[in-house]
Nanobody
Framework: QVQLVESGGGLVQPGGSLKLSCAAS????????IGWFRQAPGKEREGVSC??????YYADSVKGRFTISRDNAKNTVYLQMNSLKPEDTAVYYC????????????????????WGQGTQVTVSS
């Protein structure tokens, strides 16, 4: 019954910005941790960022450029992406978990219970 829908992807030039949204329905978002993942062609799905009630995590590759936030009133989590690089090109997915993210495993797929269908982000000149 949990549903997650990503939006906000598109085509941008290097150095540009995008803001992704993850809208949750059929459950109360503030009971869950939310993660952002991405999968580029020929690569494994990797963790980008996640947020819980108490902390946030970022992959080293995006730290300082991306910012995760949540608006519980709107049941939505956001990923603000600035200074985009071609290597950021991927399908971006959001995921939800009832468990608190752990520093050593949040970036892996297995802790996350529910997934959206993804939104394409392409960074190219």
């Amino acid at each position: 019954q949990v549903q997650l829908v990503e939006s906000g992807g598109g085509l941008v030039q290097p150095g540009g910005s995008l803001k992704l949204s993850c809208a949750a329905s059929r459950f109360t978002l503030d009971y869950y941790a939310i993660g952002w993942f991405r999968q580029a062609p020929g690569k494994e799905r990797e963790g980008v960022s996640c947020i819980s009630s108490s902390r946030t995590y970022y992959a080293d590759s995006v730290k300082g450029r991306f910012t995760i936030s949540r608006d519980n009133a709107k049941n939505t989590v956001y990923l603000q992406m600035n200074s985009l690089k071609p290597e950021d090109t991927a399908v971006y997915y959001c995921a939800a978990s009832r468990d608190r993210p752990r520093p050593d495993s949040w970036h892996m797929i297995y802790p996350w219970n529910y997934w959206g269908q993804g939104t394409q982000v392409t960074v190219s000149s």
